[in-house]
């Protein structure tokens, strides 16, 4: 089991192998027999130094990176570059390794230059780029090594497991029951802001007339009269975690309005939180006409983001809980009644959620037959993830 952890924790930290040596790898082999006993003994000490390294690379190579965009590079000398680097070799030393990053480099420049854009603005681009990813991993917490680990010790025992963090487990709940307590702001991550991106109909935020999209949180304080914490430079899920909260409390938040300068005036604006409702990711219907000859045809579409379901409100017994299947066998209703010829189901964008949903929701369009197959092999096991974004999402709602 230990060897098995080993191997999935380097492919989560560094599966492209672009950040790690062969002399690195080297004196990580003792922790193939001990990453079991560091979890038994509850010291993860070693993990967590081989995280510390990872993220000490990840900004190495990301400024190196960004000092070969000022030369630039020259295309006039035949070279190859292997992207898809699963099957590759650690690279030996650090001139390897910074060879590999300079061919990364070029490669990224040359995909942007195949695209009509001038030097200038790859360069440009290439080093906004390189930049934010320095920005999002040098934000990078004991949180997010304590679940890239334990994600790669529950896979070992299964490939469909993860360890949901405290954040990223409320964030989860958030996404199946479709609702939160908060202001009903859709936030993002802009330089070092965070920013207004959409406000949700009849959340405290919209009704409140006070906050536009565009504008950009400078501050959160709680309650009345709480201290104004200054939030510029924090990581997006961190903002969120100030300003979500119970129900009717109170959340004051400094603003900095969208048409104004990074100097321009600060307002303050106090919210009381509400329950939210994300509708947006709940089940959708549309009707499209389809002409098929001298025939036009009308075909309902069910548009279905997540299997989503309120586990907690379906465990206490609440026959209304949040249930995409229930709200797919009402759209099918007033399809029906609309009198369409047909139907597709738009999963397209579905990113999974509650396997009993899933389930229950096929029920409505077969009566009997299997409805899932499992088939273990090496090939359905794999998994090509990065640990940071696990957390670091770039959108999020409050």
Same mark, same amino acid.
Request: aromatic content about 4%; glycine content about 10%.
């Given at each position: 089991m230990s060897a098995r952890i080993y191997d999935a924790y380097f492919k989560l930290?560094?599966?492209e192998k672009v950040f790690f040596t062969k002399a690195d790898m080297a004196k990580f082999a003792p922790l193939k027999t001990k990453l079991d006993d560091a979890i038994w003994n509850q010291d993860l000490s070693a993990p967590f130094s081989v995280f510390n390294l990872y993220v000490q690379r990840a900004v190495e190579r990301m400024t190196y990176a960004r000092g070969l965009l000022k030369q630039g590079f020259d295309f006039s000398v035949d070279q190859s570059y292997t992207f898809d680097r699963e099957h590759a070799d650690w690279p030996k030393d650090q001139a390897e390794l910074d060879d590999l990053w300079r061919k990364r480099t070029m490669n990224d420049w040359l995909r942007l230059k195949l695209a009509g854009k001038p030097d200038a603005e790859i360069r440009k681009t290439l080093d906004k780029r390189y930049a934010g990813y320095i920005e999002r991993v040098k934000q990078l917490d004991g949180e997010d090594a304590f679940q890239t680990f334990m994600t790669s010790y529950a896979e070992t025992t299964d490939p469909h497991t993860d360890y949901l963090g405290p954040r990223a487990a409320e964030n989860?709940?958030?996404?199946?029951?479709?609702?939160?307590?908060?202001?009903?702001?859709?936030?993002?991550?802009?330089?070092?802001?965070?920013?207004?991106?959409?406000?949700?109909?009849?959340?405290?935020?919209?009704?409140?007339g006070k906050i536009q999209v565009g504008?950009?949180?400078?501050?959160?304080?709680?309650?009345?009269?709480?201290?104004?914490?200054?939030?510029?430079?924090?990581?997006?899920?961190?903002? !969120?975690? $100030?300003? +979500?909260? @119970?129900?009717?409390?109170?959340v004051r938040l400094e603003i900095l309005p969208a048409d104004t300068g990074v =100097?321009?005036?600060?307002?303050? !604006?106090? $919210?009381? +939180?509400? @329950?939210?409702?994300?509708?947006?990711?709940?089940?959708?219907?549309?009707?499209?006409?389809?002409? =098929?000859?001298?025939?036009?045809?009308?075909i309902g579409v069910i548009e279905l983001p997540t299997f989503y379901s309120d586990f907690g409100a379906r465990s206490a017994g609440d026959k209304n809980f949040k249930s995409a299947t229930r709200d797919v066998a009402r759209l099918l209703g007033e399809l029906?009644?609309?009198?369409?010829?047909?139907?597709?189901?738009?999963?397209r964008n579905n990113g999974g959620?509650?396997?009993?949903?899933?389930?229950?929701?096929?029920?409505?369009?077969?009566?009997?037959?299997?409805?899932?197959?499992?088939?273990?092999?090496?090939?359905?096991?794999?998994?090509?993830?990065?640990?940071?974004?696990?957390?670091?999402?770039?959108?999020?709602?409050?």
């Open positions: 930290l560094d599966g989860f709940d958030i996404a199946m029951k479709l609702s939160l307590e908060g202001i009903g702001a859709v936030l993002q991550a802009r330089d070092d802001y965070t920013q207004i991106r959409e406000l949700v109909p009849a959340g405290p935020a919209n009704k409140s504008d950009r949180i400078v501050g959160v304080g709680q309650g009345d009269s709480g201290p104004i914490t200054d939030v510029i430079g924090w990581r997006l899920d961190d903002v !969120v975690n $100030l300003i +979500r909260g @119970k129900k009717d409390t109170t =100097d321009g005036k600060h307002e303050i !604006v106090s $919210l009381v +939180r509400k @329950k939210v409702s994300i509708e947006e990711q709940a089940a959708k219907k549309k009707i499209v006409e389809i002409k =098929d000859g001298d025939v036009t045809r009308k029906k009644t609309a009198g369409v010829q047909g139907v597709v189901v738009d999963l959620g509650s396997l009993a949903e899933a389930n229950s929701l096929t029920g409505l369009f077969i009566d009997k037959g299997p409805v899932r197959w499992r088939y273990w092999s090496t090939g359905a096991q794999r998994r090509l993830r990065r640990s940071f974004p696990r957390r670091s999402r770039t959108i999020t709602v409050a």
